[in-house]
């Protein structure tokens, strides 16, 4: 079994960008499920990591995925919004985060 990573304060707070709130993510939560915004350079034990320090819950599982941005047109010119990151994280049975307080 591998050793916990252990990470800076400043480094757990600019992993966890912020909470998605959606109808999809408010299903999820049924499932001890909850969905993050993290930046594109993000690892799943980094996400864990910073989950397990700012939340003080124990993380089963850690999902991944990169949402490619949209070709969109402003004033007749093309531009493309950014890629972003998005990590489920599951939670044990029992733990739950509260994401409607602030941290």
């Known amino acids: 079994m591998k050793a916990p990573l252990k990470l800076p304060k400043e480094r757990m ?26 930046p594109l350079d ?24 990169i949402h490619k941005g949209k070709i969109k047109s402003f004033r007749g010119r093309r531009g493309r919004r950014g890629d972003t990151k998005k990590a489920i994280v599951t939670l044990v049975d029992g733990d739950s985060i509260d994401i409607t307080t602030g941290v």
């Open 13 to 38: 707070y600019e992993l966890i960008r912020s909470p998605i709130i959606t109808e999809k993510a408010t299903i999820i939560t049924e499932f001890n499920q909850v969905s993050f915004r993290v």
């Open 42 to 65: 993000a690892t799943k034990p980094e996400i864990k990591a910073a989950v397990e320090g700012i939340f003080k819950v124990k993380v089963t599982g850690v999902n991944t995925l």
